[in-house]
């Protein structure tokens, strides 16, 4: 069964502080990763993309990577307007007709 | 240009009755998905409307259905609700050829069930 699972659950860092969340996944042939950003009481806001190992995208002071099971979202000097939950998905469907499968989030917290 | 419309933003029901959601798709897209997110977890896929046909649906019961009318707009309907259908309701629309590679997602409904 598809699988996507995210963590840590929650992380709080301080101002400049980078990290990385991760993204481990079971499916059976990878049509596609998402990272999307989600702020309290919105819609998930689309991030990245990725579609093969090794593959790496970036925007502003985030950047995605995959590999054959996971997928990284990296965090460089992060600022209090990154908090938010970020959530990863994989693409699955049949038939012409595709959905995301999305992992449960991981909430990020920057504090000053 | 508008994005995605959801309505309402916020509705409190009762266990054991009706409610209908509304979502206005982006202009230009003719696919609607719509998804459940409980507290504390990702968004969970309940089916897919294009061309006024359900085309997927993921597991939930039939007590979820919906509707796509011929401006794309669509609705969801959840029956004899109970307290775990608590959550808030995605709708996430598309073009048919891009799927979710072009998902727009709207603000959501948050539907509470006392």
């Known amino acids: 069964e598809d699988q996507v699972t995210q963590s840590p659950e929650a992380l709080r860092l301080q101002e400049g502080e980078s990290s990385s969340l991760n993204c481990s996944y079971t499916v059976s042939g990878l049509r596609g990763l998402f990272w999307y950003r989600q702020d309290p009481g919105k819609g998930p806001e689309f991030l990245f993309t990725l579609y093969s190992a090794g593959e790496e995208k970036e925007k502003e002071r985030l950047k995605a990577t995959l590999t054959k099971k996971e997928s990284f979202l990296h965090i460089t000097a992060p600022k209090p307007e990154d908090s938010a939950t970020y959530l990863c998905a994989v693409l699955r469907g049949s038939g012409g007709y595709n959905k995301l499968i999305f992992g449960a989030g991981t909430r990020l917290a920057v504090h000053p | 240009d508008a994005g995605v419309t959801q309505s309402p933003t916020h509705l409190i029901k009762t266990r054991g009755q009706q409610v209908t959601l509304r979502c206005s798709p982006k202009s230009g897209h003719d696919t609607v998905s719509w998804y459940q997110q409980a507290l504390g977890q990702g968004p969970q896929f309940i089916f897919q409307y294009y061309e006024e046909e359900e085309r997927q649906r993921g597991n939930f019961p039939d007590r979820f259905s919906g509707h796509q009318f011929p401006n794309y707009s669509s609705e969801l309907n959840v029956n004899a609700l109970l307290l775990g259908d608590s959550a808030l309701y995605l709708c996430?629309?598309?073009?048919?050829?891009?799927?979710?590679?072009?998902?727009?997602f709207g603000s959501g409904t948050r539907l509470t069930v006392v």
């Open positions: 996430a629309s598309s073009s048919r050829d891009r799927g979710p590679y072009g998902y727009t």
